[in-house]
């Protein structure tokens, strides 16, 4: 218990209670930042249109990702629940090899895919003179599919499904199938039993697998800097400025600390939702 | 999966029988692998550009290989993952087992204490590090190697033993407690019901939790960005500060070399997981 404790008291808790105490400051040279017990970094973030609009902007984009994620992980965790026991191993790990290749790597992958000249754009002119489309419409115009919001949600889902799948598959594993069986034999349908069986039984993981995505998200940095280009950034790309080129630490700090406590007010909406405690058995 | 369609027919519980739902998961497979196939083949692409084919080569391997930045960034990498798996894998395994164990004033606080570095966004545990390091402490930076890693490899260590904590403790969330008190009521003492009956049950989730710490430590960008300084640069680093300079077959190459070193050690991990699953190679 001690090791384990003072690690993070000092590792992780010192390290933010002084990104804290500089959210109440102001630079007053290049280097030195003095802690006034100033307001004003909090205020300038929630009045100012700019920084409204990226707060905004990255929730409704990680909200999006993470039910796209759910989707898609579902009923693929699904799938391989019930696989045959042989095959089990070799799915999950179709599925969870991509988790293991760098994230960096992953979203450089996907500049390739999307961009003007990218295959995205190859296989849909393909498809577009296949179908002789070019000779109604004239010829194919790619899409712009780079430096967006598509892309930036695209990037997200395809970077974290496979870690929404762990959990997922664990809680659907754990399931007892009899239970199905009893739902089935008792004569609800294939999808009441889903609704009313196996989605409650299986809620632990779901909110586990939603919870471990969309906060990673929220705070995202990588995938909307290199994907989203500078009409696309999210809240994590403007404290990464600020720390870095802008080098307005007490700024940044404060926008840190907000998206922490969007973090904390989902984390409490979950607990309040699931009914449960908040903690390691999510 | 040829069997697939020559067998009796479908009971209601098998849905991995279910051909939507086959083409659907074949569909996000396929979609998963193409960027990393394509990233992959394209290393090989004799073009500068990158974008058609243009024919075989191997030269931007050796261009990699010969980047010495590259490779010192890629050992730097290799070492704060392994010492962090090392270091986070005890001590996590410890926390599980403490929470799972034993009942103790606040815990659900404690909990939620040791749940945080998960719960935080990495860009804000981030740049707590680079206030922490840099400025406030003045944490010495002019130390030899391998020391001069021993501050990423800290906050490393911080966001990936919780981590190996929750799997675990997940995974000893399904043990029958009746198997313990049955080893005891057999006579075995405490030590020896751990070794026995409860580790042999924990160690997948110490095999799975151990995995988990390297990844992230290795696939780390975020925290290790703002942590490390000009000569404490990781391999991920490195290939952003790449990437960001321009798009060349260079990068596929060397990121293709990281995706079969950590392709090649996910296989041996399932491996010495599951040793009686030979058909996961």
Redesign the interface.
Same mark, same amino acid.
């Given at each position: 218990m001690i090791p384990g404790t003072a690690w993070l008291v000092l590792f992780f808790l010192a390290p933010l209670a002084i990104i804290w105490a500089i959210s109440f400051g102001e630079n007053t040279s290049l280097v030195k930042t003095e802690i006034t017990g100033t307001l004003d970094n909090y205020w300038r973030a929630l009045s100012d249109v700019v920084y409204l609009k990226i707060i905004w902007k990255s929730l409704w984009i990680s909200l999006l990702s993470t039910a796209l994620c759910l989707a898609i992980a579902y009923p693929i965790s699904f799938l391989i629940s019930f696989a045959k026991d042989k095959w089990k191993p070799l799915l999950l790990m179709i599925v969870i090899l991509p988790f293991w290749i760098n994230l960096l790597i992953r979203t450089y992958a996907l500049i390739a895919v999307f961009r003007t000249r990218g295959f995205a754009n190859f296989g849909l002119e393909w498809i577009y003179n296949t179908l002789q489309l070019d000779h109604l419409f004239g010829a194919f115009e790619p899409l712009p599919l780079l430096y967006n919001n598509f892309a930036v949600i695209a990037g997200l889902v395809y970077v974290f499904m496979p870690f929404m799948v762990l959990p997922l598959y664990a809680s659907i594993e754990r399931l007892d199938k009899s239970y199905l069986e009893a739902s089935l034999d008792l004569g609800a349908s294939q999808s009441r039993t889903f609704w009313s069986v196996t989605v409650p039984l299986t809620m632990p993981g779901i909110v586990s697998g939603l919870i471990l995505v969309f906060i990673p998200m929220l705070g995202s940095f990588l995938t909307p800097d290199l994907l989203g280009g500078t009409n696309a950034q999210m809240i994590g790309n403007v404290i990464e400025r600020q720390f870095k080129a802008a080098n307005d630490w007490p700024f940044g700090a404060a926008l840190s600390f907000l998206l922490m406590y969007v973090t904390f007010g989902a984390l409490a909406i979950r607990s309040v939702l699931s009914g449960r405690k908040s903690g390691m058995e999510v | 999966?040829l069997e697939m369609f020559k067998r009796a027919p479908q009971g209601?519980?098998?849905?991995?029988r279910r051909l939507w +739902?086959?083409l659907?998961?074949a569909a996000?497979?396929v979609?998963?692998? &193409?960027?990393?196939f394509?990233?992959v083949i394209?290393s090989f692409n004799d073009s500068k550009r990158? #974008?058609v084919w243009r024919g075989f080569t191997t030269k931007y391997y050796e261009k990699a290989w010969n980047n010495d930045s590259l490779i010192e960034a890629f050992v730097n990498s290799i070492t704060i993952a392994v010492a962090s798996t090392i270091v986070s894998t005890i001590?996590?395994a410890?926390?599980a087992i403490?929470?799972w164990r034993f009942r103790f004033p606040f815990k659900?606080a404690y909990?939620?204490?040791?749940?945080?570095?998960?719960?935080?966004?990495?860009?804000?545990?981030?740049?707590?590090? &680079?206030?922490?390091f840099s400025?406030?402490t003045g944490y010495p930076t002019g130390w030899m190697w391998p020391f001069n890693l021993s501050a990423i490899t800290?906050?490393h260590?911080?966001?990936t033993?919780?981590f190996v904590?929750?799997v675990i403790?997940?995974r000893m969330?399904?043990f029958n407690r009746e198997l313990e008190e049955a080893s005891k009521d057999l006579g075995a003492n405490e030590w020896q019901t751990f070794w026995n009956v409860i580790f042999p049950y924990m160690r997948p989730g110490v095999v799975a939790g151990a995995l988990l710490a390297f990844?992230l430590s +290795?696939?780390d960008?975020?925290i290790t960005f703002?942590t490390s300084g000009p000569d404490t640069l990781t391999?991920?680093v490195k290939?952003?500060s790449m990437?960001r300079f321009s798009?060349t077959p260079e990068?596929n190459a060397a990121?293709t070399i990281?995706?079969i070193i950590? #392709?090649v &050690?996910? +296989?041996i991990a399932?491996r010495l997981q599951?040793p009686d699953?030979t058909?996961?190679a």
């Open positions: - | 999966m209601p519980l098998d849905y991995s +739902l086959r659907f998961a996000i497979f979609l998963l692998y &193409l960027p990393i394509t990233l394209f990158n #974008v001590l996590g410890m926390i403490l929470l659900a909990e939620g204490f040791m749940a945080l570095p998960i719960v935080i966004p990495e860009i804000c545990m981030g740049v707590a590090m &680079l206030a922490f400025r406030v800290a906050a260590i911080a966001f033993f919780p904590a929750i403790r997940a969330a399904g990844t +290795l696939d960008f975020v703002f391999f991920p290939v952003y990437v798009v990068v990121s990281l995706v950590t #392709v &050690l996910t +296989l399932m599951a699953k058909e996961v």
